[in-house]
């Protein structure tokens, strides 16, 4: 083997890495949100949460991405510490899909069936289908399958350059004494953990370990304990990633760590005391890709059925281990930066903060109209300390979806991102308009003045039509639903009209002596703020609708709509009308 075999060896490896990181964001777009729904199911049932594990890994094809995900969760208060373990369990069930794959690269057979099974012989065809639809495609969602494609081409060539690279190895007797040393099981677990902690992949450190066996110097008794070993050191990258996050995130890294230890302490005790007794006599056997790959299954799952059922055990391990220094060490982290590793994962729990964001917002409002007629200081308080969280939760989303859009994201990832930086923004500003109309009301109570009987029919026939305006847009938004967004416009229509009305009969009221001008600048302002609350709502709503039409032009589309007469458009309109406002103006 000379200097150029070690070129070779190296550029293997760095095609074999690439190859698994184009191929993982590959799958993660084509799986998209649904990563963040499989999440969602999560329960306390250890066999659900064991499947989704698996699932997830296989989907985005890394354990390690999976637990940094799990960290940032945590510290962002999204999930639980004891939810997070059986996925833990459950990744490592997934991730030995990938030593399964690479050990087809060992068939060896003159029969043409079998040998289309090697990867080198098809990895070439997959490469072309993949890059024809990477040129050719229009749809994100082919352009990512091809991008799967492409991936696992290159992860199979580089597998295919290592091998290559080895098989001089096989005829020198410095690399048989070399492997010698593998025998002992200590130091195999030693090498096993190193090597994986310094390129962060079990999967690679797996498929090194694969085309290493190529050579036919590698035996059952040096595989077996560097396989446990490259199980411990794939904890490295959760290891870093908890890194500066709160306790409870810490102790999901404690929970990996602590789980693949005891794996590796107990099956290795077990293993050699029993070849003590027994003496495995396929220890001195020749091992092959297939063979690794069965070796990786076998341990990760043993592990994971003899500690299911302690997961109580292991928290409480992982609690033991990483004790709490100070109540701030407990406080969660808004959105951690974490999440960013999975961007659609990302995007989707931005959605849901969002949700969260407008319902506060919508309960807000209320909650100041109500104090119109019926001031509270209790209330008022309320009020007072939700308005600094509504602002907060625009400042967060808002600096987390510029770094999230600055990702290799989906056409259609980026049009949800687009969209939730367009609504956080009228959220807020709903936020802002119930804190002007509480100042009305406190102006109102210290005052001791109130509004006549007819201001206050006329504001409750409007509050009656917005609190419809404001549950159809936080709808249509969460639920993304086109349906409830396009009914928005023409109730803010009715809205608009509504104001008008109420305007118009204020001033009567002023020339007939009924009304004084200091309410009459307060219902000026309640009904001022009103109508830009029904305003934000039509924002949001015609932003769902442009931005599912891969476009935003807010003024063209509204003008369009109000133009064209559009069928669905007026018979809305005509139902508002007939549901809010009195006959008089039905009629005018």
């Not at 069965?294 to 592990?303: E, G, K, S, V």
């Not at 709808?475 to 993304?480: D, S, Y």
């Not at 001008?517 to 302002?525: A, K, M, P």
């Not at 063209?556 to 508002?576: A, I």
């Amino acid at each position: 083997m000379d200097i150029f075999s070690v070129f070779t060896l190296l550029g293997g490896l760095a095609f074999f890495l690439y190859g698994m990181s184009v191929m993982s964001n590959g799958l993660e777009k084509v799986a998209g949100g649904k990563l963040e729904k499989m999440l969602k199911l999560m329960t306390s049932n250890p066999m659900k949460s064991l499947a989704l594990g698996a699932g997830i890994t296989i989907a985005i094809q890394s354990s390690s991405a999976l637990t940094v995900m799990l960290v940032g969760l945590v510290n962002s208060g999204i999930m639980d510490l004891s939810q997070t373990i059986g996925v833990i369990m459950g990744s490592n069930v997934g991730t030995t899909l990938t030593a399964w794959i690479l050990s087809l690269s060992g068939i060896e057979s003159s029969n043409f069936y079998l040998r289309l099974l090697k990867p080198e012989s098809f990895s070439p065809l997959v490469a072309l289908v993949g890059i024809l639809l990477m040129m050719i495609s229009k749809s994100d969602k082919r352009k990512s399958v091809g991008g799967i494609m492409i991936g696992f081409a290159i992860l199979m060539y580089g597998m295919e350059l290592m091998s290559g690279s080895m098989k001089p190895l096989a005829d020198m007797p410095e690399f048989t004494h070399v492997l010698t040393a593998f025998s002992n099981p200590i130091l195999g677990v030693i090498i096993g953990t190193v090597f994986t902690g310094i390129i962060q992949s079990s999967a690679a450190s797996v498929g090194i370990l694969q085309a290493l066996s190529m050579t036919g110097g590698v035996t059952f008794g040096m595989a077996i304990p560097i396989i446990m070993g490259q199980n411990i050191g794939t904890c490295a990258t959760a290891l870093l990633s908890s890194i500066g996050v709160g306790t409870n995130a810490k102790r999901v890294t404690a929970v990996h760590i602590s789980f693949n230890l005891i794996g590796t302490i107990v099956f290795l005790t077990i293993f050699y005391l029993g070849n003590m007794i027994v003496h495995f006599e396929f220890l001195t056997d020749t091992i092959n890709p297939v063979g690794i790959a069965l070796c990786h299954t076998l341990f990760n799952i043993a592990t994971t059925v003899m500690l299911l059922p302690f997961i109580k055990q292991l928290e409480k391990i992982a609690i033991w281990a990483v004790k709490s220094k100070s109540d701030e060490d407990d406080e969660t982290v808004f959105l951690d930066e974490r999440l960013l590793v999975t961007p659609t994962f990302a995007i989707a729990e931005c959605k849901n903060m969002t949700d969260q964001m407008g319902i506060m917002a919508k309960k807000n409002f209320f909650r100041s109209m109500k104090m119109i007629n019926n001031f509270s200081q209790k209330r008022m308080d309320k009020i007072l300390r939700k308005e600094p969280k509504i602002d907060m939760y625009e400042d967060k989303l808002g600096t987390f979806l510029v770094k999230l859009s600055s990702k290799d994201l989906t056409e259609k990832d980026n049009h949800e991102v687009s969209k939730l930086l367009h609504c956080i923004s009228d959220f807020e500003r709903i936020g802002d308009h119930a804190v002007n109309i509480l100042k009305v009301a406190k102006d109102m109570n210290e005052k001791q003045i109130s509004f006549s009987d007819e201001a206050k029919a006329e504001i409750q026939r409007i509050t009656s039509a917005l609190s419809e305006i404001m549950d159809l847009t936080v709808e249509a938004f969460g639920e993304n639903n086109l349906e409830k967004a396009k009914k928005v416009e023409p109730l803010e229509q009715v809205i608009d009209i509504l104001i008008n009305d109420a305007k118009n009969k204020h001033i009567e009221r002023l020339q007939n002596g009924t009304c004084t001008i200091e309410l009459g600048f307060l219902l000026t302002e309640v009904l001022n703020n009103i109508e830009r609350v029904s305003d934000h709502c039509s924002n949001i709503a015609v932003c769902l609708i442009q931005i599912d039409q891969s476009a935003f032009d807010k003024h063209r589309y509204l003008n369009e709509l109000k133009t064209s007469g559009e069928d669905e458009f007026k018979q809305n309109f005509e139902t508002y009308k007939q549901k809010y406002l009195p006959s008089d103006l039905i009629n005018a």
